[in-house]
């Protein structure tokens, strides 16, 4: 059977949330407001990430720039990217983060080449516009891990869900196993849905030798 493994970005790859770096450095507004809507399941997160980056206002070179070295990578990515790569397992990062500083982080490790899907952003002088486009082309309300676990189903992969945040709930439940720390652990030891935690992503490598 061929496999995939779904890997969440911020706080999962990451040690915690980029998104939020940037927005307490340059949003021009309450954008913990939002969060705590999001929180409280008032709005989706593409809706938070939506309408607190909007109130950013500053141009790529300067996001980018205040992330240098304030980004800490979870032990074992790379052992993650190497891993796969050896035993013909698909990783693919879906992340509800921004595409501009994901894919800049990677390139900084020379790891570019790692398949990742994120909110697609455009630098404005009234705010970033940022917009979930998902698989079929279509921009989309909530539901971005979910359209696109599904797509790889569809394609026939069994799915090997990592995660750590509220937003992986759901499309981790579609997932053959999952490997979770964080609110994603928390909900599956509540609900009796069966994962392995993880600490580090050494731990993910070592659950992906015992399939």
């Given at each position: 059977m061929k496999t995939l493994v779904q890997c969440d970005f911020d706080g999962t790859i990451t040690e915690e949330d980029t998104s939020f770096l940037l927005l307490d450095s340059f949003a021009q507004g309450d954008w913990r407001q939002l969060l705590r809507d999001y929180k409280e399941?008032?709005?989706?997160v593409d809706r938070f990430n939506t309408q607190a980056f909007a109130m950013v206002k500053a141009d790529r070179p300067t996001l980018l720039e205040a992330t240098k070295g304030k980004v800490k990578m979870r032990a074992g990515f790379q052992e993650i990217v190497t891993y796969c790569s050896e035993r013909g397992f698909r990783l693919v990062i879906v992340s509800n983060g921004l595409d501009f500083y994901i894919k800049a982080i990677l390139r900084e490790m020379g790891l570019e080449n790692v398949e990742a899907?994120?909110?697609?952003?455009?630098?404005?002088?009234?705010?970033?516009?940022?917009?979930?486009?998902?698989?079929?082309?279509?921009?989309?309300?909530?539901?971005?891990?979910?359209?696109?676990?599904?797509?790889?189903?569809?394609?026939?992969?069994?799915v090997i869900y990592v995660?750590?945040?509220?937003?992986?709930?759901?499309?981790?439940?579609?997932?053959?196993?999952?490997?979770?720390?964080?609110?994603?652990?928390?909900?599956?030891?509540?609900?009796?849905?069966?994962?392995?935690?993880?600490?580090?992503?050494?731990?993910?490598?070592?659950?992906?030798?015992?399939?």
């Open positions: 399941h008032k709005i989706s899907y994120a909110a697609q952003t455009r630098f404005c002088a009234d705010g970033l516009k940022v917009q979930y486009i998902g698989p079929a082309g279509k921009q989309l309300d909530g539901g971005l891990k979910e359209a696109y676990i599904k797509l790889f189903l569809e394609e026939g992969y069994r995660g750590n945040g509220d937003s992986d709930i759901n499309p981790a439940k579609y997932a053959y196993e999952i490997l979770a720390r964080g609110e994603l652990l928390t909900y599956c030891r509540e609900n009796n849905l069966e994962c392995k935690s993880f600490d580090d992503l050494n731990d993910v490598v070592r659950a992906l030798e015992n399939l």
